[in-house]
């Protein structure tokens, strides 16, 4: 392909772009297809002679986007949003024109100077504290690819910080005060099977996942009901002092700011007091969906903020979730970059500069597992600069106000309940017949099941059913996640039409037959 070939090739794309966006909420949201759908309809090589943009283009229409999952859709309330916007896929199909893998600031300076500019414009708008800012010159960011991402970036950091610590234990009280020293040998293989990993039972998969990938244990603490499935510093401090009781060090705990299932927001500050007992910890606050909604005053006491920073070691947003930048664009604070550094920084001769040496750069790749990276930074600063910080307020607030006036619907319906109070634009409810004599939590749960199948049967609306498990119960739940860029009122009523139609529909089986 030619230069003027992909202009005309590219000014076909983005016109398809946009009729797709035209078009987007006449679609069903979620894919009508079936496994192995696509596998059938492609052949099994790769062609031997190069085809045409045209039909290449035209495959894209008639092949792949029937297998598509309209995230974007108005009515997309599974999971949570990704959202994506125009101003996103400029930023990132710039950043492919001059793909390159930016590990060092000498690779692309631009890369590395505007991802120190990005992260902090970020941090500045979600109010963490000046240490996490980059030009702090002690803590920074970093764009990563997710928040699982980040997270076992984080455990390995505090896996070598607290080696270290237990290293020099006796000759130095400060963890990591001695940066870049070795860790002996036998030290690093004695302790390390003893480190243990803490989260709830409401932390994201990430925690286990992390553990799991460095042959460690992941301890999930039961959380209350009565405490909104929040984890809260007693039962930590518990299930820490058995361990350690057992000879096991406390390295890493997860605390999460809105949970994936119910958006419930840790006691960071209680969970932070337990651990100053330990210097072998590191606090990661794990905020994947609900850090950006930090940006917004008014929802800062809620989401702990002073307690983040006063407390967390490191913190994780993902911008690509409500944040307005397509996926992906996770990023992820620390307070301190010694803790990354020390163990990420393996750097082998080839891939030293003499900016990187004398410490008056950045290089990202001392800060992160891989070597090569994407220049993310660019579809973020669009964003930014496009909606201004107003705007991109502006769009949280109107996904909260979406859910609040949602809220206010359900409590009307004589036969649903919400089950935790609505965390920002994620309200989680069940189906609850009104009912004289009560009805058990199994049986409740079997109803909600029903409704959970009814609805993914299907491809009108997308929502998630969730398990809240608790010290007193299980309950199965439907979680609805609003903050999607394109959603209207209008979307918000639609689809709690479709869930109280048919869960009343369940309900009035139930009440004739029973279950
Ligand atoms: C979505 C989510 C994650 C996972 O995010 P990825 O970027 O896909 O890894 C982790 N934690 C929480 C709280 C989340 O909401």
Redo the contacts with the bound molecule.
Sequence with gaps: MDIEQFRQAGYATVDAICDYYASIDSRPVKAEVQPGFLIESLPPSAPARGESMQHILADFQSLILPGITHWQHGKFFA??PANSTFESMLGDLLATSVSNPGFNWVCSPACTELEQCVVDWTARMLGLDDVFLTSSKRGGGIIM???????LTAAMAARERSLRWLSQEGGSSEAGSVPGSDIPLDCRQQSSQKLVMYGSTQT?S?GAKAAKLLGLQFRAVAVSAADDYALRGAPLRDAIETDVAQGMIPFFVIA?I???SSGAVDHIAEIGEVLRAYPTAFLHV?????GVALALPDQRKNLRLDQVNQYANSFCT?A??WGLTAF?C?LCYIRDRRDFTDAFDVTPHFLRSKEGDSGTVIDYRNWQIALGRRFRSLKLWFVLRSYGTDGFKKHLSNGIELCGRLEGLVRESSNFEIVTPRSLALLVIRLKPQSEVPVFDEELNLLNQRLSGVLNARSDVFLTETMLHSTESDIRCLRIALGGARTTWRDVEEVWEVIETEGNRIVETWREDGV
């Design positions: 999971y949570f690819n997710s928040a699982s991402e980040s997270a994201h990430l999460t809105g949970t994936t794990d905020a994947a969906w609900a993902n690509h979730k992906d996770s």
